[in-house]
């Protein structure tokens, strides 16, 4: 009888868990297409009963969870209806993590889940400071890889800063300063990321070869992405700007160097920070080049080795450790960042020609470093009263650098806004249709002497 009995409330057990299951099934179905058209009202009452008696049936339930909840916590006009709809959005993104850390395809997402459990902590004022940067250095610390948001980046970063600068804070400048560094180079990372993609599709129009619908819809993505992270990245360098001058620098770098002297990472990141805030003129920049090269022999070690001799004054070494750099690289976009900063320093010591041809190399490597371009265009630019035979041909200058700077604007969205506006200035100094009309030159080809060496046809008439 008892076994009777035993096999009864299985057979029920079953029967209930079947009916939960399809009732389940049945809800999901329901606020999903309610929330695919944004009635999250409609929405609400299935999400949560499906919450409440599924919570691993899909995980739907949590990236629909999160809008419906959002919108409410939005839309409320009640402070304490408010406040339970941001706990529970809160307990939705542990529940997220608990049922679902992993995407369908497997990889990992908890990093991800954890830095956006962070930004809504921000968004919505809850947890104080040391709280929300432990939830973004839990996501960092354990899944770095799906921590991409260029937005909670920054925030996970700014949150550390405002802990350094609290009262009492335990936070050290040294410390302040890995963070950084550790955060602008994920931020490299994702952009150099989006930025080989973006690069195939640039080739492929180059070619004349068309994208299909779905690469358009990509080049937007990837193109959406590097403005973002380089935005964001740029907003990071403010924020630490104040802090990383050399008088900080130079007294930290120099009381832990002993400590690091056989610590390639530390060296490298001392010497690229005192480069980068044109610390380089002190005698530690040197010690630190020194002892990076002497025990890992690398492009970036070689680069400020050219970089000594250039401030020496010795042009014919400094070339040979840059051409050196070059080759030791062997990442394709950090060649082209190495070929970059190398036309940046000939362009400083007036070697325009040399500043053109590194540029033009880094663009062989980085087709959307639209840098590259724009400093092609201010090396044209700088040179209208040297080159040129009569003032129109002078002014005609121009033109070239309009094309350069519009070139710029057309491969790299970073820089779009102030490529366009660089073209349009120089448009303004070129021969205006009056001019050309005057001068009779409508059609023309003009040959442009001295180092640039190029032909422009004026616009005719």
């Known amino acids: 009888m008892k076994k009777i009995f035993c096999i009864v409330v299985l057979i029920q057990s079953f029967n209930i868990f079947s009916q939960n299951k399809e009732n389940c099934l049945s809800n999901l179905s329901i606020f999903a297409e309610y929330a695919k ?3 999250y009202d409609a929405a609400y009452e299935p999400w949560s009963n499906v919450k409440k008696d599924c919570p691993e049936i899909n995980s739907a339930l949590y990236i629909f969870g999160e809008r419906i909840l959002k919108d409410f916590i939005k839309k409320s006009s009640s402070i304490a209806d408010q406040n339970e709809y941001k706990k529970d959005l809160l307990n939705l993104y542990d529940d997220w993590l608990k049922y679902f850390p992993k995407t369908k395809s497997g990889k990992n997402q908890s990093g991800k889940i954890l830095a956006t459990k962070a930004q809504s902590m921000i968004d919505y004022k809850l947890g104080d400071k040391q709280e929300i940067y432990n939830v973004f250095d839990k996501a960092f610390k354990e899944d770095s890889k799906s921590f991409t948001s260029p937005k909670a980046l920054y925030n996970y970063f700014k949150t550390y800063f405002n802990l350094y600068k609290s009262q009492n804070s335990s936070v050290k400048l040294e410390e ?27 080739k492929k129009e180059e070619n004349n070869d068309p994208l299909t619908g779905r690469e358009l819809r990509n080049k937007k993505v990837y193109e959406v992405n590097i403005v973002a992270c380089s935005t964001y990245l740029k907003n990071l360098n403010a924020i630490i700007a104040k802090e990383s001058t050399c008088e900080n620098l130079i007294p930290l770098y120099s009381k832990n160097f002993d400590k690091y002297k056989s610590d390639s990472v530390w060296l490298n990141r001392a010497a690229s920070r005192m480069d980068s805030k044109d610390c380089s003129d002190d005698p530690l920049f040197v010690k630190l080049v ?16 050219g970089l000594l001799n250039d401030k020496k004054g010795d042009g014919k070494l400094a ?10 690289e062997k990442d394709r976009l950090k060649k082209a960042k190495t070929l970059y900063k190398i036309a940046l320093k000939f362009k400083k010591s007036k070697q325009f020609s040399q500043s053109r041809n590194y540029a033009k190399k880094a663009l062989e490597y980085q087709a959307s470093l639209g840098s590259a371009y724009l400093l092609i265009a201010n090396l044209y630019a700088s040179s209208a009263n ?16 309009a094309k350069e700077a519009r070139k710029a604007a057309s491969v790299d969205p970073s820089i779009r806004k102030i490529a366009n506006r660089t073209a349009a200035s120089y448009d303004g100094r070129a021969p205006s249709k009056t001019d050309i009309f005057t001068e009779g030159k409508s059609g023309e080809t003009i040959s442009i ?3 640039i060496g190029k032909n422009v046809t004026v616009p005719s008439l």
């Open 386 to 401: 040297n080159c040129g035979t009569s003032q129109f041909d002078k002014r005609a200058i121009y033109w070239l650098a």
């Open 37 to 39: 058209v944004k009635n």
């Open 290 to 305: 020194e002892a990076l090269h002497e025990l890992n022999p690398s492009a970036n070690s070689a680069y400020y080795l």
């Open 449 to 451: 002497k001295c180092w």
């Open 319 to 328: 070339i040979k450790y840059y051409n050196e750099s070059i080759s030791l």
């Open 176 to 202: 302040l300063f890995e963070k950084y560094e550790e955060l602008s180079e994920k931020f490299e990372f994702e952009m150099d990321s989006y930025t080989l993609k973006l690069d195939k599709l640039l």
